[in-house]
């Protein structure tokens, strides 16, 4: 088996080497067939296992427990890509493939936990901006709901009725009772007769005496009609 010249940090050099290795008959194995499929089931996997760290942690809309076990049963898919790529990386040299594979595992181990905690640390400060807004809309709603009560509602002072208006004018409007008295009927007073002497009310016999027939006098009349205390106060 051919010894690789160059390491795995030079990447373009080793790169051109996998790939005239390939493209020599004379020399055994394809490694382009090992490295491209092992990268490509590793890329797809990694982007699985970022993208459900993503729903778990930050979205928070899969269950941590259904989370994990996917993280774990995607992470074989991902080490056995990963070593698929570094054994043809590596032109079949199996201890300078595990090597390589343990180094990228464990870099991509170590992002994938930085990546978790990222996404947990901006999961929680969306939480409290979204409680924090939350709470300060409603702050503000009942704020401006106690605000519009004021100055829509009429206060009651002392029978006057005040309105506070929003740009600080203090219009006062005061309650006007209006006394009405309602007139009572009078009742005819009786009167004695100049002619005979006899009384009677004038209004009850159609103004006429009824002992003598004579006529009620005018003067006689005007004073069936007025209230006794007027009667009074005139004698």
């Given at each position: ?19 005239e290795?390939h ?19 590793a ?17 928070a ?9 996917l ?88 029978g ?76």
């Amino acid at each position: 088996m051919a010894q690789s010249q160059y390491r795995a940090r030079q990447v373009i050099s080793k790169t051109n080497e996998v790939v005239e290795y390939h493209k020599d008959d004379a020399r055994p194995g394809k490694p382009l067939y090992l490295l491209i499929p092992g990268g490509l089931i590793a890329l797809a996997s990694l982007g699985l296992i970022i993208y459900i760290a993503y729903r778990t942690w930050l979205l928070a809309d899969l269950p941590q427990d259904s989370g994990l076990g996917l993280i774990l049963l995607l992470s074989p898919f991902y080490v056995g890509g990963v070593f698929l790529f570094s054994y043809g990386y590596e032109l079949y040299n199996i201890p300078r493939a595990l090597r390589l594979t343990a180094i990228i595992v464990f870099i991509t181990i170590a992002a994938v936990v930085i990546l978790a905690v990222l996404f947990v640390l901006i999961g929680a400060l969306g939480q409290g901006s979204r409680s924090s807004s939350s709470s300060s809309k409603s702050k503000s709603s009942s704020s401006s709901s106690q605000s519009r009560s004021s100055y829509s509602s009429p206060n009651y002072y002392g029978g006057s009725t005040v309105f506070v208006g929003g740009g600080g004018t203090r219009v006062e409007t005061r309650e006007v009772t209006k006394e009405v008295v309602k007139e009572v009927p009078k009742e005819p007073m009786p009167i004695t007769c100049p002619f005979c002497g006899t009384s009677y009310t004038p209004a009850k016999s159609n103004y006429i005496c009824p002992h003598c027939g004579a006529a009620t006098p005018k003067n006689l009349i005007e004073e069936s009609q007025m209230p006794k205390t007027d009667q009074t106060q005139a004698q």
